[in-house]
């Protein structure tokens, strides 16, 4: 048991130091890029990350011996593709993202030490957890600290800390749901029309969320992951399906009374015009490319810069002339866009299969898991971040409408950082106790 502990970890370990030479040559490369030459100070970044990332292996070998050992380094290498491209855009905000991945690694070990003997104990408090998601979904909406940010209000001001509770909102909503339909999962599976009660109730909260947000994304994710769960729990395609259709009549009569989502859609299905249309931001006639769609067509342009093999790192056009930014929100919204043009398709098309594969170990996790708790949770914080990463990925390359959300791991932004790794630290727990079961049984 002891030698396949090592390998485990071990293996995690190689992965870590293959990931800290890429982070390496990643920075090397914007340095070159910026001044010809290699300074020291392109290594400190990679240095930082490697320590860090050490310190994170070190607590999960303590912790978690038997977990996953790739899910880790997966994290590390989206997170250094974020920070690398964040700094060629700017070395002061890569500064401050650095520090949220430190904090988000603290928290990712402080959440392994805590519930290193058990992490069923949180079913306990599922209520509570549910509570508390709608309660942070709601904070936006409050007059003083709610900000609305690019048309989407989103995000929670105090003084000067901002975050986004969504993010968090999203990991305590799914503990919530995990512990739920363990309970209810044979009276739901019955499908009596009273059972349709809890479908109900969260759509009408997923509406809720979308006309107090203005924003598409967030209630399709929030909902989306309910109707993934409730499908794990139940194996009832038809209640999906119901979701699926009640979700779509509420977004129309959404689309219908609500500005903001009425303009995301017609930006996404015409982005371009030939003759001028009216434009909101400054209440006079003009060409939609150079006005409500503007950020999209630029992002568009961005990413057929980069070809087959990209532009380089560090070579590609993000400003024009007098230094002024092509494309609004580009490290947060739209860094997918600068990724694909710098790293081509190539890196653009390598970047979505971590993604895949940070996918389909979090959905072996789930097949692992021999209670239902433990599959619910792992399913869901699965299912959660793929769902993510299309909705952010497919409004950039205009598969679905636009929305502010976060590229998980990799869009600058302290929220979406520390709620990624609190969800990586609880796929872990489930991982762990999984293959301690099934080896104890072997």
């Keep these: 048991m002891g030698a396949l502990t090592l390998s485990l970890r071990n293996r995690e370990l190689l992965n870590l130091i293959a990931v800290g030479l890429l982070t390496a040559i990643g920075f090397a490369s914007v340095y070159i890029a910026r001044s010809s030459l290699v300074d020291a100070g392109s290594l400190t970044y990679a240095g930082i990350f490697v320590a860090l990332y050490l310190s994170a292996h070190l607590v999960a070998r303590y912790t978690v011996p038997w977990a996953d050992p790739v899910l880790l380094p997966l994290a590390a290498l989206l997170s250094a593709i974020g920070v690398i491209m964040i700094y060629r855009l700017n070395p002061d905000d890569a500064f401050r993202q650095s520090l949220w991945v430190v904090i988000g690694v603290a928290l990712f070990a402080l959440t392994l030490i805590l519930l290193r003997r058990d992490f069923r104990v949180l079913e306990s408090y599922k209520y509570l957890f549910g509570v508390t998601a709608i309660l942070l979904m709601m904070l936006p909406a409050l007059p003083g600290i709610g900000q609305t940010i690019n048309g989407a209000r989103l995000w929670v001001k ?50 809720l969320v979308l006309v107090q947000t203005n924003d598409l994304g967030s209630a399709l994710l929030q909902f989306g992951i309910f109707l993934a ?54 209440g006079e006639l003009a060409l939609r490319q150079d006005c409500g769609s503007f950020q999209l067509v630029k992002s568009l342009y961005s990413i057929g810069n980069g070809g087959f093999g990209g532009t380089g790192l560090g070579k590609g056009t993000f400003t024009t002339t007098a230094g002024d930014p092509i494309i609004p929100y580009l490290k947060t919204d739209f860094i997918y866009s600068a990724i694909a043009q710098e790293l081509g398709l ?10 895949m594969l940070f996918v389909a170990r979090g959905f072996r996790i789930a097949l692992l898991a021999d209670d239902g708790f433990s599959k619910l949770l792992a399913a869901g914080l699965t299912f959660g971040f793929a769902l993510q990463t299309f909705i952010i990925v497919g409004g950039v390359l205009r598969v679905i409408p636009l929305t502010g959300i976060t590229l998980p791991f990799v869009s600058y932004g302290g929220s979406s950082v520390v709620a990624n790794f609190i969800l990586l630290a609880l796929l872990l727990l489930v991982s762990n106790r999984a293959n301690e079961q099934t080896r104890g049984l072997s």
């Excluded at 479908?199 to 997923?206: D, N, T």
């Excluded at 190539?346 to 993604?355: C, E, K, N, R, T």
Aim: net charge positive; aromatic share 14%; glycine share 12%.
């Design 158 to 207: 105090v003084g000067s800390f901002q975050f986004q509770p969504g993010e968090l909102a999203k990991i305590f909503l799914i503990i919530f749901l995990a512990g739920y339909l363990r309970d209810k999962r044979e009276v739901l599976a019955q499908g009596r029309l009273k059972d349709f009660g809890p479908l109900l109730l969260i759509w009408g909260a997923a509406m």
């Design 229 to 282: 769960m409730l499908y794990a729990a139940t194996g009832r395609a038809a209640y999906a399906a119901v979701g699926l259709g009640l979700f779509l009549v509420g977004s129309g009569l959404v689309y219908q009374y609500v500005g903001h989502v009425r303009e995301r859609v017609t930006i996404w299905l015409n982005p371009w015009t030939d003759d001028p249309v009216f434009c909101a931001q400054t």
């Design 346 to 355: 190539i890196g653009a098309s390598a970047l979505l299969l971590v993604f």
